[in-house]
């Protein structure tokens, strides 16, 4: 087995293309960061993993925007503008860290970009740990249901 369908296979992508069941999205992006990581390692700047996390995704069959221009609003008026690390299939809002390790103040900066957009969810990931780390966020908080 080659070494791509290898990775394929231990991240799931071979299965994903071939079902019809929903996959977890979020989950396709880690195996695929986590693929990057194992390949670079730390070290690089966040530029050259997203570039990299860019390929892997588009290879794997995703639409990924970089850099995707989002406005701010406050009572009707624009009061900032910034740019997203990356949008995949338009619904999952990914931003790219280089760092020693993720931080508060990252998932902080998440959910209020997922605020900012109206997307449900989001991840934090950063290639600068010697593991790759990673957090999934929601705009709105998730509930579970009470035990009867």
């Known amino acids: 087995m080659n070494r791509k369908k290898f990775f394929d296979r231990m991240n799931g992508i071979d299965k994903m293309k071939t079902s019809n069941k929903p996959y977890d999205l ?3 992006v880690i195996g695929l960061a986590m693929k990057v990581h194992s390949v670079l390692g730390p070290g690089f700047l966040e530029s ?3 570039t990299a ?3 892997e995704l588009l290879q794997a069959g995703f639409s990924v925007e970089q850099e995707k221009a989002i406005t701010v609003c406050y009572r009707n008026q ?9 949008l995949v299939n338009h619904c999952l809002l990914v931003e790219n860290k280089a760092i020693q390790n993720l931080a508060t103040v990252h998932e902080v900066q998440l959910v209020n970009y997922l605020t900012a957009t109206g997307i449900e969810e989001g991840l934090s990931l950063n290639f600068g740990a010697n593991r790759l780390e990673f957090k ?8 579970t249901p009470s035990p009867s």
């Open 26 to 28: 979020a989950g396709q």
């Open 48 to 50: 050259v993993y997203q």
């Open 53 to 55: 996390l860019s390929l």
């Open 78 to 86: 624009v009061v900032g503008n910034f740019n997203a690390d990356m």
């Open 136 to 143: 999934k966020k929601f705009r709105t908080p998730k509930t």
